[in-house]
C-alpha cells in the first residue's frame, strides 16, 4: 500500500502540531466513535512478540478524576521541593495537567503476563513489553490530534496511588494517564520551549554516524 | 491548526498500515534528505519536562552492521533455549531481522542526565525519560512508512553488545536498533499473527470504565 506524498504531508502535519495539552482543554463531550478510533489506533502500536500488552481504563467519572487529581496535587508538592530555589518559583506558576477540565482521561497500562511467559524479542530487554505500551501512547496521541483532540501526560502522581484510583491489579504496570480532549487551541511551540524552560536541542547535535561522536 | 477529515484518514492509514519489517528490505539507498525528515519527525516526539533525551545513531558501516548483527545471533540462539520444545522449532523459522539487508539501521537512545538533574514530570515516575525515547521510535517509525520506509525493530541483542559496537557511552541507555529501507512489499497483516503465533487481541476485552473490570 503506497503512501502519497499528501498523504505523508498529513502525517508530518499531525506530528508537528501534537502538544503536550494542559490548560485548554473544553468541556465539550467526544463521540463515541471518534474515541474509538483513537483507541484503535493505540490497539495497532507495534508489540513486541505480538504480545499486546496494552489495556485501557477510560475515565469519565468525576469522582474518579478527582482522586487522580489529589494524587497529582501530593506528588506535585514533593516535586517543587526538588529543584533549585531559583527554579521553583517557575515550576509552581507551570499549569501541568488538565485532569478535572478534559472530559476523558484514559490509563494506558502494561501486562507482562500476557501471552507470556517467553516472548518473541523480549528475552534480552525485559523492558520490551513496557515500550510496546509507550508505543501505544504515542499512536493514541497521534490518532487524537489527528481528530483535533489535544492530549496531556499526567506524569506527576506515584504508581501506587494511580493504581489504587482505578483499581488496578497488582501486577499490571500503568505507563501513562492521559487526559483527552477538544481544546480552545493548540499551541504553535511546546509551553515549555515557549516559557523559556529550555529550548529545543539541534538535531545535528543528536545525530552520530557509524560510531557514538566525542 | 485544524487537521482536516482527509488529513485524519491518511494518519490512520499509516498508523494501520505500518509494521515490523524483517524480510522485504530492498537495498537501494534513502536519500539523506527522507533520511533528515524521518529524524526531525522522531526530535519532534513529547519528552518529560521538555528534556529531549535521544540521540540517534546512523549505522551505514557493513563492519558496524555485522557487529549488531553477531550479538543478534548470540542473543537469538539463547532465546531459543527459553521456548518450549513445541514451539521452538517455529522460533527458528522465523526471520526476526533484516540488520544486513537494510540500507540503514538507526539506535535511538535515552540520556537521563540530559537538561537533568532534576526532570519536570520525572520526579514520580523515573522511567519517563525511557519513555520519551520510546515515542521517538514511535514517531520515527509513523513518518518512515509515510515515506513508504519499513522499519524493523531488533531487540534480540544485548544492550551492553550494543552499546559496544556502537561506541556508545556508559550513561547512555539503547532504545531501539531500527532496521530502515525501502520494501519490496508491506504485509497486509503482522507477521506473527499471519504466522498463527498469536491472534489479534479483542479491543473490546481490553478497554476498562472508570475502573479495571475484573
Redesign the interface.
Known amino acids: 500500500?503506497?503512501?502519497t506524498e499528501?498523504?505523508?504531508d498529513?502525517?508530518?502535519?499531525?506530528?508537528?502540531?501534537?502538544r503536550?495539552v494542559r490548560g485548554q482543554f473544553k468541556p465539550d463531550p467526544i463521540p463515541e466513535d471518534v474515541l474509538r478510533?483513537v483507541?484503535?489506533?493505540a490497539?495497532?502500536?507495534?508489540s513486541?512478540?505480538?504480545?499486546?500488552p496494552?489495556?485501557?481504563?477510560?475515565?469519565?467519572?468525576p469522582e474518579?478524576k478527582q482522586r487522580i487529581k489529589d494524587g497529582f496535587n501530593a506528588?506535585h508538592a514533593?516535586?517543587e521541593l526538588?529543584?533549585?530555589e531559583g527554579k521553583q518559583g517557575t515550576?509552581r506558576s507551570?499549569k501541568?495537567e488538565g485532569i478535572m477540565e478534559s472530559p476523558v482521561g484514559v490509563c494506558i497500562t502494561c501486562d507482562s503476563t500476557r501471552?507470556g511467559p517467553?516472548v518473541?524479542?523480549?528475552?534480552?530487554?525485559p523492558?520490551?513489553d513496557?515500550?510496546s505500551s509507550?508505543?501505544a501512547?504515542?499512536?493514541f496521541?497521534?490518532?487524537a490530534?489527528?481528530?483535533?483532540l489535544g492530549v496531556g501526560?499526567v506524569?506527576?502522581?506515584?504508581?501506587d496511588v494511580l493504581k489504587k484510583a482505578?483499581?488496578?491489579?497488582d501486577h499490571?504496570i500503568p505507563?501513562?494517564y492521559l487526559c483527552l480532549g477538544y481544546v480552545s487551541f493548540?499551541h504553535e511551540k511546546?509551553e515549555?520551549?515557549k516559557a523559556g524552560?529550555?529550548p529545543?536541542?539541534n538535531?545535528d547535535d543528536?545525530?552520530?554516524?557509524?560510531?557514538?561522536k566525542a
Chains 1, 2 share one sequence.
Request: hydrophobic share 50%; with cysteine.
Open positions: 500500500m503506497i503512501i499528501e498523504e505523508r498529513a502525517v508530518y502535519k499531525t506530528i508537528f502540531s501534537r503536550d478510533r483507541l484503535q489506533a490497539h495497532h502500536a507495534p513486541v512478540g505480538y504480545s499486546q496494552w489495556d485501557f481504563v477510560v475515565v469519565k467519572s474518579v506528588a514533593e516535586a526538588m529543584f533549585e515550576y507551570l501541568l501471552n517467553v518473541i524479542g523480549r528475552t534480552a530487554v523492558e520490551m513496557q515500550y509507550v508505543c501512547v504515542q499512536n496521541w497521534l490518532a490530534r489527528a481528530e483535533n501526560w506524569s506527576i502522581i506515584h504508581n482505578l483499581n488496578i491489579p499490571i505507563i501513562a493548540f511546546p515549555l520551549e524552560w529550555l529545543r536541542e538535531l543528536l545525530i552520530h554516524y557509524d560510531q557514538w
